[in-house]
């Protein structure tokens, strides 16, 4: 299921701007894109973000700034200041050798303000109090994300309902072409009654009772009529429940097509046909939808 949720906020010489989004998935996989320095960050937040999402694609991002005055209290990593100071060593002397360019002086706090070097760096203060401040305001940032997902699934379950409303017509309908053509039927197996005790000298009565029962079973859909009754009875029972039924539905649409396959084999009549063919195109409609569902 689809969300997304955003907030910024300040505190201990920083400002910071959160986002969490999710997109569709079959299981749930989280991924936390935090500043690694802020011990304890990733581990207080995880645990969160599984207690309320069940399925789907999460991210998480926080984007950390010093604020104004507050670069004395940070060391940039030396490692990546090397490579950075490396790099612009390398873009000057390129720019005088090939191309006869001065380039302007570059001052140490266009250096200290470049995104990577910005990135590494290190407040050389505690980061317990920015951890326990931005772990307090995290659940605050993923009850925004729950509410538009509530509001995404409450959305999903109308349009859900409103299919098992017409696989439960369908299935209605199939269920009265399937009694209009019993007489039909029973002419049909009365045809190869007759057929079959005609070319029978010789045969075992009983094997010819049991290929002639097998031939009615064959034509009967009840079954299957009845299955799509039960399976839109338990679809409409999971849309109720409270709980993530994401993967329940995915069951139970793969069991609607099934039945819908063997309708369409037993068939028999161009109307019990049509039927399970438009039973098939709701069918995968809805497998579609519930593929949102978590």
């Not at 997304?4 to 959160?18: C, D, V, Y």
């Not at 989280?30 to 999402?53: F, S, T, Y």
């Not at 009875?233 to 429940?241: F, P, S």
Request: aromatic share 4%.
């Amino acid at each position: 299921m689809t969300g997304f949720a955003s907030a910024r906020g300040e505190g201990h010489g920083f400002t910071w701007a959160w986002e969490i989004r999710a997109v569709n998935a079959r299981g749930l996989d989280i991924r936390l894109r935090l500043p690694d320095w802020i011990e304890g960050l990733e581990a207080a937040l995880r645990p969160m973000v599984q207690g309320a999402v069940a399925r789907g694609a999460v991210t998480v991002s926080l984007k950390l700034q010093r604020e104004a005055g507050a670069a004395a209290q940070v060391q940039p990593d030396p490692e990546v200041l090397d490579r950075v100071l490396a790099v612009l060593k390398s873009l000057e002397h390129r720019a005088t050798v090939a191309h006869d360019l001065q380039l302007a002086p570059t001052s140490a706090a266009d250096i200290l303000n470049l995104r990577a070097l910005a990135e590494s760096s290190r407040p050389e203060a505690d980061s317990a109090p920015l951890l326990k401040a931005l772990s307090a305001e995290f659940p605050a940032l993923l009850a925004a994300f729950d509410t538009m997902r509530a509001a995404e699934g409450a959305a999903l379950a109308r349009v859900i309902g409103a299919q098992l409303d017409t696989i439960a017509a369908l299935a209605e309908r199939a269920a009265r072409a399937a009694e209009a053509r019993k007489e039909k039927m029973a002419q049909t197996l009365r045809e190869n009654l007759t057929r079959v005790l005609d070319n029978s000298e010789g045969a075992d009565p009983d094997r010819v009772a049991q290929e002639l029962a097998l031939i009615a079973v064959k034509a009967d859909v009840t079954e299957e009529i009845d299955r799509l009754r039960a399976h839109v009875q338990a679809a409409r029972a999971l849309l109720e429940d409270d709980v993530p039924v994401g993967r329940k539905l995915d069951f139970l649409t793969q069991e609607f097509n099934r039945e819908a396959n063997t309708l369409c084999a037993k068939a028999q009549s161009v109307e019990l046909t049509r039927i399970g063919l438009d039973l098939k195109a709701v069918i995968d409609q809805m497998r579609e939808q519930v593929q949102n569902v978590e």
